[in-house]
């Protein structure tokens, strides 16, 4: 059983900045399921997005730190965020549009209501969570890539934005049922079925207070085809932009091609809207684009940082896709993205 290969996952018990604790990922989220005294629900707390083998566990021990980390990862669930600001519509948005990911994946990918796990968040948004054991992947150290590509398919199928700033490979996110730093509201659970006919104003009740729910029983459950196409396409699309990278790198390297800055890093400099679900990937692209063209390190920081700043992300998280990005453009395409950064994370859970 592929679970057993990746037991550890880390914890966050308060603010962000708090430090991260390994944890067997059965059961602390076992714990804050059912409302264990020990998962301390009426607190801020985080558990990350995906897990972790021994590595995991050797590099936390030795490092204190999650920074760093590039070894493989895994997940029993791909998590979908659905964020919306005030001027998104907010909540009430958030909610519409979960239920538009909720009908595409009943029917178009034929994933039965019961399997999946649909959460109103406590701030402006909603998480839902796709239980991996309905298609099997097999873990890796691209994996989080994959998982972020397939997210973004989904999304997309959907017609939708979601968040595609979760899916680092150490990030961390809210627990279930925990409290919410800034409304005091609870990450709750909500039945597909309950969902269905959620209002923002149900939202804000059901939140009020946390309370134990039920996983489903997946014991019985083939694998569905679509699900499986859709995470090997994704795996392809990440297998072809490591390709290129890598070759687009030599090339520069080489002298046979030159570096240019791209239209998104134009656009971002120049302030032009990014769509929220995007923020991060924009912000990252465009600062491993300007490494690309030869651009220091302060100057990508100089022309990035207040245009990124405008999107909305918080400045620490400015930093470090800022940084993140400048480190790939001098990496190997087997380590990309923003996991590599020197700072740590800041998880979602903020919104």
């Known amino acids: 059983m592929i679970a057993a290969e990746f037991p550890h996952t ?7 900045h708090n430090a991260r604790k390994r944890v067997d990922v059965a059961v602390a989220f076992d714990a804050y399921r059912r409302c264990d005294p020990r998962a301390r629900v009426i607190e801020e707390s985080y558990l990350g997005v995906f897990q972790f083998g021994e590595d995991f566990a050797v590099h936390l021990a030795k490092t204190r730190s999650t920074r760093g980390f590039v070894g493989k990862t895994w997940s029993n669930f791909i998590w979908l965020d659905v964020d919306r600001d005030t001027a998104a519509g907010g909540v009430e948005r958030a909610i519409v549009d979960t239920r538009q990911l909720l009908v595409t994946l009943i029917e178009r990918y034929l994933v ?5 796990l649909p959460f109103i968040s406590g701030g402006k948004g909603c998480h839902l969570g796709l239980p991996t054991a309905l298609w099997a992947p097999a873990g890796g150290e691209s994996y989080h890539l994959v998982a ?6 989904i999304a997309t199928a959907a017609g939708i934005g979601i968040d595609m700033g979760v899916y680092d490979r150490v990030r961390a996110f809210r627990s279930p049922n925990s409290r919410h730093p800034r409304t005091g509201l609870h990450k709750k659970f909500v039945p597909p079925h309950q969902f269905a006919l959620l209002t923002a104003d149900d939202a804000v009740i059901l939140a009020a207070q946390p309370a134990p729910f039920e996983l489903p029983d997946l014991s019985g459950m083939g694998r569905l085809p ?6 090997q396409a994704a795996s392809e699309t990440v297998a072809m932009r490591e390709v290129a990278f890598e070759e687009r790198r030599r090339d520069i390297a080489t002298g046979a091609a030159m570096a240019k800055v791209n239209r998104l890093t134009l656009d971002l400099i120049r302030g032009e809207p990014v769509a929220v679900g995007d923020r991060h990937r924009t912000v990252y692209s465009a600062s491993r684009n300007l490494a690309e063209a030869g651009a220091p390190r302060q100057l990508v920081f100089e022309l990035l940082r207040e245009a990124a700043l405008d999107t909305g992300l918080p400045p620490r998280e400015v930093d470090r896709q800022i940084e993140c990005g400048f480190l790939a453009a001098t990496r190997s395409a087997s380590e990309p993205g923003p996991d590599e950064a020197t700072r740590r994370n800041t998880p979602e ?3």
């Open 10 to 16: 880390f914890r966050i018990l308060g603010a962000p």
């Open 112 to 116: 039965p209501e019961e399997c999946l």
């Open 148 to 153: 972020r590509a397939f997210a973004e398919r």
């Open 226 to 231: 679509a699900l499986a196409a859709e995470w």
């Open 349 to 351: 859970g903020e919104r």
